[in-house]
DNA sequence: GCGATCCCTGAGCCCTCGCTGAACTACAGG
DNA sequence: CCTGTAGTTCAGCGAGGGCTCAGGGATCGC
């Protein structure tokens, strides 16, 4: 398993190098941007360790710009802890997890394990509707850029309408694919799922983007309201 | 998403249910091929996950049986690591990938997504008669670049005169194919929902594309007016 | 021209549908 | 054991839509 870390600040590359060796990753590291970029795209990583702040050309861009080329090997970013934008930004340009900083090699090494058991192969995809997204890989969802958080079932619920977005979906529909069979209650637990959901997703944003098609279902708007 | 499994030893099906619920997809399980087949053809699954060696009916049949009918559900068979001969006759019945036993849920899962997402292929198709359009899956409607917004029994009346446009459709007709059997009002309610849709559709833009034709019924106009 | 038939129109009643808040259960964590 | 969270049920409410009806036009046959 070879590992590309880009990263500026040398006392933290070299940690990770040491460390990451010594979960047995070879380990090759990158102090800016540009340089990161151009070994990625020479050798073939099983993962990118990528910080965010870099001198050049930030992490964001050399993310993106890889993605842009078909390179779908998997990345990890490294976020700052406060930075509440960064994860909502990592994903639109095609990062596949996040660690928070400081952190510790042993989430780190996790995160890459697993990342690379899942390849390259499968790409991020994400489902969205105007500035409404959800990663249904880590099953996570938000309003432009601020996560919100939300349970199980409204997860589910989420997932489908955008999946069916500008479509109509009936409740009965509705309950066929979110709830399992053994469900035997009435229509109405969607129409309070939904009103969860709108209480999450649009109403705190002034938005309106489950419609109500009265005697036919509920539609989410395709342009995210 | 709602996922079917059809898997006979008990073990491995509730791990599977509980590994893809905790994925977020409702997941129903069945024990024989009959009873997967059965719960296949009652209700619309996003995937099915489908064992070969199973009692009774074997997977590929499962399948097969499936496609005959005209079930397109995306299905992921479980073969066995030593069989080399599954995967063919696996495509043969109509399978749309396979994952090997042992397996891991993520690559499960991952098999799972793509098809799902690959799987939500069909668009709906748009009716309209000149200007006039009607989106049956968003349930829309416009007069030109404006979107009109109907009621439940106006949309449908509407989209049972634009099948039949160009065509004379009696009241009776319509009373048929847009209100229940229950109905049993009298033929009047079809006057005032065509009037309903004249001062929608209509009169708002001069035009003139429900005509009636007396003694006989109704007619929309091919061009739209 | 005249009655008969068919259709249009507007007003109004009633009830369904969807929304909402609250209560209840189950369950997990501290 | 207590608390908090998620899932579900339920009953009340309010608005909007579905339907009815009676009277006024329009059109046809004679």
Same mark, same amino acid.
Request: net charge negative; no cysteine; hydrophobic share 30%.
């Given at each position: 398993m070879r590992v590309l870390v880009i990263e500026d600040e040398v006392g933290l590359a070299e940690g990770l190098r040491t460390g990451l060796e010594a979960e047995g990753f070879a380990t090759d590291v990158a102090r800016t941007g540009i340089d990161g970029l151009w070994m990625a795209r020479e050798r073939p990583y099983d993962a990118i360790v990528l910080d965010i702040l870099l001198p050049g050309m930030n992490g964001y861009r050399v993310c993106a710009t890889l993605r842009d080329e078909g390179n779908w090997t998997p990345i990890v970013m490294l976020t700052?802890?406060?930075? /509440?934008f960064d994860e909502a930004e990592g994903l639109d340009t095609g990062a596949d997890d996040f660690v928070t900083k400081p952190f510790s090699y042993v989430a780190l090494v996790a995160r890459l394990r697993a990342l690379i058991r899942r390849g390259a192969g499968e790409r991020p995809v994400e489902l969205s509707a105007g500035d409404l997204r959800f990663d249904p890989g880590s099953r996570r969802a938000w309003r432009g850029k601020t996560e919100v958080s939300l349970t199980a079932r409204e997860t589910a619920l989420l997932e489908f309408l955008l999946r069916r977005a500008g479509e109509v979906v009936s409740k009965s529909e509705i309950i066929d694919h979110?709830?399992? /069979?053994a469900f035997d209650g009435g229509l109405n637990i969607v129409e309070v799922y939904v009103r969860h959901l709108r209480n999450k997703l649009d109403r705190p944003f002034g938005?309106?983007?489950?419609?109500t098609v009265r005697g036919a279902g509920y539609r989410l708007a395709v342009d995210g309201g």
């Open positions: 700052a802890k406060d930075g /509440e979110v709830w399992d /069979e938005r309106d983007s489950i419609q």
